[in-house]
């Protein structure tokens, strides 16, 4: 199983990114995607998750200003976030939480900074 990460960049505050993670190796549209982040110094924080069937959680921090999403046919979860803040700066990670009989799997992180 891998999870791949990209997107991440340089912005200012008040601009956007969107995210993606595109994952192999496990039947796709089953599987429950999150994204995480970890600032510097920082332990690492749950920021969106979408389930199979389509739902979807936020953290309060990113609320109303984050978007995640899922294309089954291109096996794909976005992040959109915008109004980004300089607190969103931080390496942003992709996940398949652990199941019944299988590990979590974790994408290698993107990094998001935001300048003031």
């Known amino acids: 199983v891998q999870l791949q990460a990209s997107g991440g960049g340089l912005v200012q505050t008040g601009g956007s990114l969107r995210l993606s993670c595109s994952v192999s190796?496990?039947?796709?549209?089953?599987?429950?995607i999150k994204w995480y982040r970890q600032a510097p110094g920082k332990q690492r924080e749950l920021v969106a998750t979408?389930?199979?069937?389509?739902?979807?959680t936020y953290a309060d921090s990113v609320k109303g200003r984050c978007t995640i999403s899922r294309d089954n046919a291109k096996n794909t979860v976005y992040l959109q976030l915008n109004s980004l803040l300089p607190e969103d700066t931080a390496v942003y990670y992709c996940n398949r939480p652990e199941t019944w009989n299988e590990t979590a799997y974790w994408g290698q992180g993107t990094l998001v900074t935001v300048s003031s």
């Open positions: 979408i389930y199979s069937g389509g739902s979807r």
């Open positions: 190796g496990v039947i796709f549209s089953r599987n429950t």
